[in-house]
């Protein structure tokens, strides 16, 4: 299987952020305030961890996707519609800088790719992804370029999952709340549940990717 560097990165971040975890539980019924202080910050910071680790493999696994399939040099005209929206990313963009009326041109240039015999070059730099923390409607956005039918996240309960973690981790970066108020408001249970939904997506995401490039799905 492909991926094998994303999923051994995942395993030991989800490892550490589990014992943070644990461990700030101890801490949290410790008698003394500031020890409990710092397990509740240690909590609230392991939701922050946690986003970023999954974003990193998110972006990573889709880079090394993309390079793959252009290093397969498939012919564009063979390339599976949906990814012309990776393909001609500055063709859009061009085309909404310009108005309906000198825009023509490339708005038929645009369909002329289509049956292109050169080989597909796929930018590691265009993803479908927004800068924003991820959430399961990055996923369905992901499905949707790479023309995927199956379900983009194992269940709602994960779409649910992505969601607490990304509210969560918002509160805490963006200043909201402060990280000892969020960590006392956190369960220990209810945040191993989230590490082991989000290792989940994490294994869903990878194998669907690996599928799709052997079973050549980005083809038409």
Not at 10 to 21: C, F, N, T, V
Request: charged share 25%; net charge neutral; proline share 4%.
């Amino acid at each position: 299987m492909r991926f094998t560097t994303e999923l051994m990165l995942a395993s030991r971040e989800l490892a550490r952020i589990r014992a943070d975890i644990a461990h700030a539980d101890t801490a949290v019924i410790s008698p003394s305030s500031p020890v409990q202080e710092r397990g509740a910050a240690v909590r609230a910071w392991a939701y922050v961890w946690l986003a970023a680790l999954l974003e990193r493999i998110v972006r990573d696994a889709l880079q090394a996707t993309f390079r793959e399939i252009t290093q397969l040099a498939i012919p564009v005209k063979d390339l599976k519609f949906s990814l012309f929206s990776l393909l001609c990313d500055a063709e859009f963009a061009s085309i909404a800088d310009r108005s309906r009326s000198n825009s023509w041109e490339q708005k038929i240039a645009v369909f002329l790719r289509t049956s292109e015999a050169k080989p597909a070059l796929l930018a590691e730099n265009i993803l479908p992804l927004d800068g924003r923390t991820i959430r399961g409607e990055h996923f369905e956005t992901i499905w949707l370029v790479l023309g995927l039918s199956t379900p983009s996240v194992p269940s709602p309960l994960h779409r649910i999952a992505l969601k607490d973690l990304a509210d969560g981790r918002n509160e805490i970066a963006h200043g909201h709340m402060d990280p000892v108020t969020f960590g006392r408001s956190k369960a220990t249970n209810d945040m191993l549940g989230i590490a082991k939904r989000v290792e989940e997506v994490i294994v869903h995401l990878l194998g669907s990717l690996d599928a799709y490039v052997d079973k050549k799905q980005y083809t038409r």
